[in-house]
């Protein structure tokens, strides 16, 4: 036993869901312990997933601006080149830090960390196969399930982390590709050939859906994939892959319509499957205690995070939901909350969704789409950002705000934004959507002179009004 036996909660798996519950129950006063396999703390999010790319987007943002936007600055120098080893090397070194930096707030709220593989005994007792080859068992009156999600994979497809890739691989290759095809077009497909494609590699994307990131507004979509196409990114929509044959020379692909008819061939040198993310829970034992779960493995759970076992709650990516690190950690705090006695709260109509290309894409609330099908009468506002005089002072002047608002009442609905810096602006919306504000209440907001926000201020006026500077 870990000497931990009176847990009140005890938490398995350390990602973003899992370590937020951990901190936020012994904050309320909860014995807690967490247990995680990896070896790390931050699960996928810190350790294979929003923290690496992050790094990597940005160094390689760095290379294409020295290459395409320094000069126009007037910023001139005789040669630049990649130096990959150091470009992992820092994208590493951002990853421990953070890790490391969990323990440190582990330790801080006296959260009891346990290594190891955890799997159910009854609802109550985890037997954890420790690291050094031993047994502990963790018990606990509450249990919470975060044990993520993994990488899907495709029918007839093996990856190898080598040529054939997932995220993971993609996130430590040992040389830039000449030919990077890209399986998928959500978005970590379109942040991942980003990184590579920025640095040289040639990026094909297949997608088998007639669209790319189907949880964008159409418009925006279509600005979007416009702007990656400008980028040098092709794009293969409609279209499925059948095959894919790897030699010592790199990978040949069988691509079919997806409605099927002739079929063609693609060569890569590295092929990168992201065709989304499975939920993680083999080996947990969840069959053995009688947790429902649906069809695709995600653990059912009311709004209370709890499962159909007393006891025994789950969060983030492991439960339906957008499969989003901030997402899972609102459901952390949220039921940690409801199990102390409190009351929790997420809104998942309300999530920020973030594409971090550049420029970027976010939204929050509804699409154009969403809201026509609900039958709601409705306004439109817009300001592109070749008009927000920022935007043209750093001549970084691509994108648009779009604004949904009822037509009735000009509450807001929904907010679009593709700029540089989109994924910071967007939460001036989320707190707007939070609060039922209407576009009104944006515009009469006095926004800093000269930023990229004032395109949001001056959409709003766009949508009960008219704006100022278009
Ligand atoms: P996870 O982060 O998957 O953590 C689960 C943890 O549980 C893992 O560490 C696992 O080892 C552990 N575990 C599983 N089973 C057991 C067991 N039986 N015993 C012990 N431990 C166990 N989201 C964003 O919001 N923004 C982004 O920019 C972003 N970028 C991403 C980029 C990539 C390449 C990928 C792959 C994902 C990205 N995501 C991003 C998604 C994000 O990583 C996930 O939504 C998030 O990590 C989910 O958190 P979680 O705590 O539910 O699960």
């Known amino acids: 036993s870990s000497g931990s036996d009176d847990n009140d909660v005890v938490v398995i798996g350390g990602g ?19 247990i995680e396999k990896r ?80 799997k159910f005994i009854s609802p109550s007792e985890i037997s954890v196969d420790t690291p ?54 959500g978005y970590i497909g379109l942040e991942m050939g980003s990184v590579w494609g920025r640095i040289g590699s040639e990026i094909t994307v297949v997608e088998f859906a007639p669209d790319i990131v189907p949880t964008l507004d159409g418009e925006i979509r279509k600005q979007f994939q416009r702007s990656l196409e400008k980028q040098g990114m092709k794009f293969m929509l409609k279209t499925k892959v059948v095959g894919v044959d790897t030699s010592e020379n790199g990978v040949k692909l ?25 939920p993680f829970t083999a080996g947990l034992g969840l069959d053995k205690i009688g947790v429902e779960t649906d069809k695709i493995g995600r653990i059912l759970v ?24 901030h997402k899972a950690e609102e459901d952390g705090v949220a039921c940690v909350e409801f199990i102390a006695g409190k009351v929790g709260h997420v809104d998942y109509d309300k999530v920020p969704g973030v594409v971090y290309t550049h420029p970027e894409v976010a939204s929050v ?10 039958g709601v009468n409705y306004r439109v506002g817009k300001f592109p950002f070749m008009a927000n005089s920022r935007a043209k002072a750093i001549d970084d002047a691509e994108g648009l705000v779009k604004i949904l608002a009822e037509k009735e009442t000009d509450k807001i609905l929904g907010v679009h934004i593709m700029a540089p810096n989109a994924g910071e602006l967007i939460h001036e919306a989320a707190i707007a959507l939070q609060y039922d504000a209407s576009s009104e209440d944006i515009a009469r907001v006095c926004h800093a002179h000269p930023t990229m926000s004032e395109a949001l201020k001056e959409a709003a006026m766009a949508t009960y009004d008219k704006p100022i500077h278009i």
């Open 16 to 34: 973003p869901g899992g370590y937020v519950a951990a901190i936020k129950a012994a904050q309320l006063g909860l014995k807690t312990t967490c």
């Open 39 to 118: 070896g790390t703390l931050g699960g996928t999010c810190l350790n294979v997933g929003c923290i690496p790319s992050k790094a990597l987007l940005h160094s390689s943002h760095m290379y294409h601006e020295a290459t395409h936007a320094f000069a126009n600055h007037g910023v001139k120098f005789s040669s630049v080149e990649v130096d990959l080893p150091a470009m992992m090397a820092q994208k590493d070194k951002a990853v421990a830090n953070l890790t490391r930096g969990i323990e440190g707030l582990f330790k801080k709220n006296k959260v009891n960390y346990v290594k190891g593989y955890g």
């Open 132 to 185: 050094d080859g031993g047994t502990a068992i963790v018990k606990g009156k509450n249990i919470i399930v975060a044990t993520g999600s993994d990488v899907k994979s495709l029918p007839g497809i093996t990856i190898d982390e080598k040529r054939i890739v997932s995220s993971t691989g993609a996130l430590a290759l040992s040389a830039i590709p000449r030919k990077l095809v890209v399986i998928g077009a």
């Open 254 to 278: 069988t691509l079919e319509p997806a409605a099927g008819g002739e079929q063609t061939t693609l060569e890569a040198d590295v092929v990168l499957v992201s065709a989304g993310r499975t």
């Open 302 to 325: 009311n709004e209370r995070f709890a499962s159909n076992v007393p006891g025994v709650f789950a969060i983030g990516d492991v439960i339906p939901g957008p499969m989003l690190a």
């Open 365 to 374: 609330g509804k699409t154009e789409e969403q809201v026509k099908a609900l």
